[in-house]
T-cell receptor, first 113, second 114 residues
């Protein structure tokens, strides 16, 4: 089955700890994205990557870091510098530069206390 | 600054009737528009899209209308079914601005009453 997987579904961390969220896709898509969703808000772009070993900051990159060492994988690290890390995190991918549609994973709910 | 706006946070419709979800945008460079449907604790799923060269696109019960002069688009669902109850996000993109990134609205929660 082709798709995007995010793990785990729910994640709990103590304040001050870094945490890495996994995103894997077997769709052979070039571009990958990380979004954050908060209650009553739309999806806000954290980071995106168009090709391996390259990534760009989105609108709310502060306190986050990413890597794109493999085409299939785009992990997101939520660092202790992120002031409000509790949120629903969504990973997405897009087939190629000429396409617009993004395909989303099931999301990870991160709770930091 | 929110470039894509969905001014109605929620909408309730009787089963079998038409649901109309609205979306406004401010950036005249947007040339492609999409609607996504999202259930709680799940990722959004792509529903339907429209290019700026068209003013209507239809797919089964779903039709999207685009009014470029008003910078407005709408999603019509006919007939509405209880399974359509979800949050609907409007998104827009401008070719050539940051890898076709999508700009999302804040969503409209549709409730279809049986």
């Amino acid at each position: 089955d082709g798709g995007i997987t995010q793990s785990p579904k729910y994640l709990f961390r103590k304040e001050g700890q870094n945490v890495t969220l996994s995103c894997e896709q077997n769709l052979n898509h070039d571009a990958m994205y990380w979004y954050r969703q908060d209650p009553g808000q739309g999806l806000r772009l954290i980071y995106y990557s168009q090709i391996v070993n390259d990534f760009q900051k989105g609108d709310i990159a502060e306190g986050y870091s990413v890597s794109r060492e493999k085409k299939e994988s785009f992990p997101l690290t939520v660092t202790s510098a992120q002031k409000n890390p509790t949120a629903f995190y969504l990973c997405a991918s897009r087939p190629g530069l000429e396409s617009y549609e993004q395909y989303f994973g099931p999301g990870t709910r991160l709770t930091v206390t | 600054d929110q470039q894509v706006k969905q001014n109605s946070p929620s909408l309730s419709v009787q089963e079998g009737r038409i649901s109309i979800l609205n979306c406004d945008y401010t950036n005249s460079m947007f040339d492609y528009f999409l609607w996504y449907k999202k259930y709680p604790a799940e990722g959004p799923t792509f529903l339907i899209s429209i290019s700026s060269i068209k003013d209507k696109n239809e797919d089964g019960r779903f039709t999207v209308f685009l009014n470029k002069s008003a910078k407005h688009l709408s999603l019509h669902i006919v007939p509405s079914q209880p399974g359509d109850s979800a949050v609907y996000f409007c998104a827009a993109s401008a070719r050539g601005t940051g890898a076709n990134n999508l700009f999302f609205g804040t969503g409209t929660r549709l409730t279809v009453i049986p």
